[in-house]
């Protein structure tokens, strides 16, 4: 989305009610431009997307227009009106995408320039994203007023470390697609008791639903309405035809059915989706196609054999039609939610949702006349499935590449158990000697390959006892827990603390993780700033400390033992960092004596 | 990996074995030396099919002097792929260590519907009318007319075919049957008649039980296969119900209306023919009278489902002289079929041994045994004589002549059952007669006889005695083998009583209620939301499943149920069941997780296999007795008293146990599998005291 560029035909407004210029709209990522269609029109448009503040649109509706308004620093700003929505849409994706970059651009220039003291200038649209961020994430907003409001932290390095959150929410999570409930809607007709009238609900959202599982009854939308019927008379057509269902009473349904043509094809099975059954069975995995055994089934011929238990079928025949199992509607609903959301249209507009789902079932009409690759994948499936897995040495098992969501989270929480584990070495780290000579470098290496060439290349890189014994370690305390508490596994230490007591400490947790990742961040201090940071950041250390202390004393003698254990690595974590500092306070004090002028 | 047994080299695609599969290697061995039948048993999930594949395909390769077919019979289709797919996996693998030496035909064989590749044939909506449509296009008159008048189509694969004659050979491999369609359609060949002719040939041929066991195909399909093969029937715990399904007919009104359209129908055409062709009726009496019943060699094409009475008992003689004509043999059957009529419209179930009830049709319309017997045979050869192609149109005269033939023919072993109505739906009038088998040793006495070494196989043949009483014969190896456990990769589990300490059983007085409709649905709730992946579940029949499902519909535990898997249902209708495990299987690929629910004895419960993380769990919910008050049933256990001096509670027992133990077997493939099993049901503790090796 952000590379590239947009090109939508669009009609440049000076306001909503103007009816508006004609032309061409084009957006690159730096700047868009407008071309009116007659040339020699003056509305022509040349802005950067640095200058624009923000954008807002109008709400998708049937009887509303698919607008665009693009305001501008200085105050003025652009509307323009497009065809369609999904034309708005993608200019919108495109400007918001575009805004970002250009104000984070921006901001990043200003940072370098600027003391970074100072709140930089924020974009409204910058600034509205972190409202939200803290207002989805109580947490954060509590972390947020902690730090920043308490003066611990400056608003822009609190910001500093979750610059990922700031810019990937807004463009990545609306491209994930939302699946659908499994939920089996099932009209729960809510008669009021006093009339014979009964209420029927449906949302866009059933709508949908009823659409996909129920092909008959989405071609019947689009050919009934609205020529035939308004989409109100459908739908309580549908919910006639559903409530007759839900009675059970087959042989009124087809009294009535035969009554109303329209009432009939709500009452009929699907023969739609009977006929797409058969279409996809033909690429269906061979080892589970039981259609292939009534085609070789000759003892079961009409009438020989014996009929099994409970499998005789009473038809009959002239209201089988009617009849409507509910085996059949779950096995058709779980697909339908397996196959997920397949179309990309607002809920909102019934017609083009029944269009959208036609058109995808089409496209799946002719993706299946290309499906020599699929047969052969299929076939290499089988032979993998024929297999049995124990009895040869493991194949090479097809890799998932690693994907972690946001690296930064997942490498703090590694940072935090290093420093916890490390805790006490590395208040005394010495200096390590970073530049080797060439000479030295090669004398290393000299050393490793005569070492390898006489142990050999045998020994695992790490071993055996030492790696069990680290696993041992490392997992102790958590099997040890798990151990006390029980089996239960949705207990968690935690859980069984009191509710107080275990936010308290979620928080504190959380604003540990918080300073010592600030704190850490600001070695080697090269600045005045950075010193006076690093002050700061411990006096507010420092004020956890005690309370730790403090609600490992209030809580009940029986989880104090399981409470300190959870505190300890925090205090280790914390004394770590203090250590540190009174160290580098030190050796700057005796800096100092040479340097009196203080930092450089 | 390579080892030996005896004299035997065996090649093993494996680099390990497990120790019972080299124990079953042995044994299965010593039966081929001794030439004899051998009855072995081994738990699903240990290897059954590679062992045995490849110690007869290392058998014959040791011995090449004289060479031994494998004819290895399955349930299913997909259990045919599924063989397939392992031979393959041999075959490349003994190829690559024997070289050329090793190569073998294998091929698989089912009907027209799943060979055929002429897009016009195929496209027709069932079996039988494939078929039809294939007659239509290959009958030997039907092409003799294609050559004078080219408007008449014919299907181009079948000439192409039968214009290659000898040269249309399947060069040696493995085929399955996409394989076979692919081979086909590259060559222009019909592959059907391909695959039927190359059966000869064929080192190893895998189809379906009935090609062996329905003398109605049987004797299409198996005729001249050589004594020198071993036949292998896997998951041969049913093979007793499909050996007795092979010689049942049941007639409804239906079928005796059907049959009366079909001879009228038969009736306009001999008119048709005396007025045009009359020497054609003329030529078949006399070839009547000549006593040549089926005129020897037919061309291929033109065979039609063989008779159904077993090869032995068919009468090789003349047709009885009062049906050689064929408006003589319609008014016999027209009299049989107003006979079975009015016996349908009695009120009360009826039952006799066909000795009487053919006695009774000869005091009544004067049809006395032997005509009755020559039924098949004539009709086949009015029909060939009537040039009909349609055969799916008379399908119903077919029943009611394999019903005479069979009940002409038998006369102990079998009884004829009258039921007006369906128990358990007495307001609705269903009549139906049935000619039922009770006798499992009849079908299949002429493949023990004709085959050298019959191979019954299946994890759950316990008790191991009781076979070969069913099915009268003597193996030479009769063995059990259990499964040796390096971990436990199973759990089996008895629930008695639901969460709120009330009995759970799908006995009949408990059945519908409530509570244990209830207790079932929490039970699987609160399975559903701690056990990852896939979870099957088995009910004891149909309505009762259908009755639960709706019943926890309404009660709201299937919605929660809903919020942990999707929810996939068997249901009748094979097209929709197997749609439903294909997204089952996709919903436990992609990490969905989903249910399946299924009926024991149902089709899913008899092959498709939820291995791995498709079946992490397996809920039986009931003991799935047969339904007790069937007459049919009753009947055969009467039978089973008398002449097998089998207890009718020890062989319902049995049979229940073999049923369960093939429903919860599914989930375990291979040993690096595992899976839960919970039988819900207070009565299982009965019944595995009756048997407890079930899984030890």
Known sequence: ?600 | MKFQIEDVTVYFPYDHIYPEQYAYMVELKRALDAKGHCLLEMPTGTGKTIALLSLITSYTLSKPSNPIKLLYCTRTVHEMEKTLAELKLLHKYQIQHLGPAARILALGLSSRKNLCINPSVVSAENRDSVDAACRKLTASWVRALAIENPNIPSCEFFENYEKAASDAVLPPGVYTLQDLRVFGKEKGWCPYFLARHMVQFANVVVYSYQYLLDPKVAGIISKEMQRESVVVFDEAHNIDNVCIEALSVSVRKQTLEGATRNLSKMSQEIERFKATDAGRLRAEYNRLVDGLAQRGNLPLADTWLANPALPDDILKEAVPGNIRRAEHFLSVLRRLVQYLKGRLQTENVEKEGPVTFVASINAQVGIDQKMLKFCYDRLHSLMLTLEITDTDEFLHIQTICDFATLVGTYTRGFSIIIEPFDERMPHIPDPVLQLSCHDASLAIKPVFERFQSVVITSGTLSPIDLYPRLLNFNPVVSRSFTMSLTRDCICPMVLTRGSDQLPVSTKFDLRSDPGVERNYGRLLLEMVSVVPDGIVCFFVSYSYMDGIVNSWHESGILKDIMQHKLVFIETQDVVETTLALDNYRKACDCGRGAVFFSVARGKVAEGIDFDRHYGRLVIMFGVPFQYTLSRILLARLEYLRETFQIKEGDFLTFDALRQAAQCVGRVIRSKADYGMMIFADKRFVHVFSFNTSLYS
């Not at chain 1, 238990?309 to 039609?321: A, C, F, H, I, R």
């Not at chain 1, 052969?376 to 024929?386: C, H, K, T, V």
């Not at chain 1, 005394?428 to 004398?443: F, H, V």
Request: charged share 30%.
């Open chain 1, 1 to 600: 989305m952000t590379d590239g560029q947009v090109i939508k035909r669009a009609r440049y407004k000076s306001s909503v009610k103007d009816f508006g210029v004609p032309g061409v709209l084009k957006m690159t990522r730096e700047r868009f431009f407008f071309m009116p269609n007659d040339p020699k029109s003056s509305a022509r448009l040349n802005v950067e997307f640095r200058l624009v503040k923000g954008h807002k649109f109008t709400k998708e509706g049937s009887n509303k227009q698919a607008l665009l308004n693009l305001t501008v620093d200085q105050g003025g700003n652009y509307i323009f009106e497009f065809d369609t929505f999904s034309d708005r849409d993608a200019c919108r994706e495109y400007v918001a995408t575009a805004i970002a970059v250009s104000g984070e651009a921006g901001r990043a220039g200003s940072e370098r320039s600027a003391a970074p003291l100072q709140d930089e200038q924020l974009s409204h649209a910058e600034m509205e994203r972190r409202i939200r961020l803290l207002q989805e994430d109580s947490e954060l907003q509590k972390l947020h007023k902690q730090l920043v409001i308490g003066g611990v932290l400056s608003e822009a390095e609190f910001w500093a470390t979750r610059k990922k959150l700031l810019d990937e929410n807004a463009s990545r999570k609306s491209k994930q697609q939302v699946g659908l409930r499994n939920d089996m809607f099932h009209v729960k007709p809510s008669s009021d008791g006093q009339s014979n009238k009964v209420t029927f609900n449906l949302t866009p959202e059933i709508i949908h639903q009823i659409f996909a599982e129920k092909p008959a009854v989405r071609q019947a939308f689009l050919n009934f309405v609205p020529s035939k019927m308004t989409e109100k008379e459908f739908w309580t057509k549908y919910s006639r035809a559903e409530y007759l269902h839900s009675t059970k009473n087959v042989v009124v349904a087809a009294a009535e059915a035969a009554e109303d043509d329209e009432l009939a094809v709500f009452l009929k099975q699907d023969d739609m989706a009977a006929s797409e059954a058969r279409r996809k069975i033909r690429r269906v995995d061979p080892t589970l196609d039981m259609e292939a055994d009534e085609g070789d089934d000759y003892t079961h011929l009409p009438d020989h054999g014996l009929s099994c238990d409970g499998s005789k079928d009473v038809t009959d025949s002239p209201y089988e039609l009617y009849r409507r199992s509910l085996l059949q509607e779950l096995n058709r609903h779980a697909a339908v939610v397996l196959e997920g959301r397949a179309i990309d249209v607002e809920l909102g507009d019934t017609r083009s949702v029944a269009e959208a789902l036609a058109r995808s079932k089409q496209d799946d009409l002719t993706d299946e006349v290309s499906d020599g690759n699929i047969n052969q994948e299929r076939l290499d499936r089988i032979s993998r499935m024929a297999e049995i897995d124990d009895l040869q040495a493991p194949r090479d098992l097809a890799v998932a590449p690693l994907c972690i969501k946001d690296p930064r989270d997942y490498f703090d929480s590694q940072q935090a158990n290093a420093i916890k584990s490390l805790g006490d070495t590395l208040a005394g780290a010495k200096q390590m000697k970073c530049s080797l000579s060439t000479a030295e470098a090669y004398g290393s290496l000299r050393d490793y390959i005569s070492e390898i060439k006489t142990s050999g290349l045998n020994d695992s890189i790490v071993k055996p006892e030492v790696a069990l014994k680290v696993l041992n370690g490392l997992t102790q305390s958590i099997s040890s827990t798990k151990y006390h508490l029980g089996k239960n596994p949705h207990e968690s230490v935690l859980d069984r603390l009191p509710y107080v007591a275990k936010q308290e400490l979620l928080h504190h947790w959380m604003s540990i993780q918080e300073l010592l990742k600030h704190f850490w961040s600001s070695y080697p201090i090269t600045t005045t700033h950075l010193f006076t940071k690093v002050s700061r950041l411990k006096d507010a250390m420092s004020q956890i400390y005690p309370k730790l202390q403090e609600i490992k004393e209030s809580v009940q003698s029986d989880f104090r033992h399981q409470v300190s254990l959870l505190v300890q690595p925090m205090l280790q974590a914390l004394d770590a960092a203090f250590a540190h500092y009174d160290a580098d306070i030190q050796k700057r004090s005796a800096k100092s004596g040479e340097r009196p002028n203080g930092f450089v």
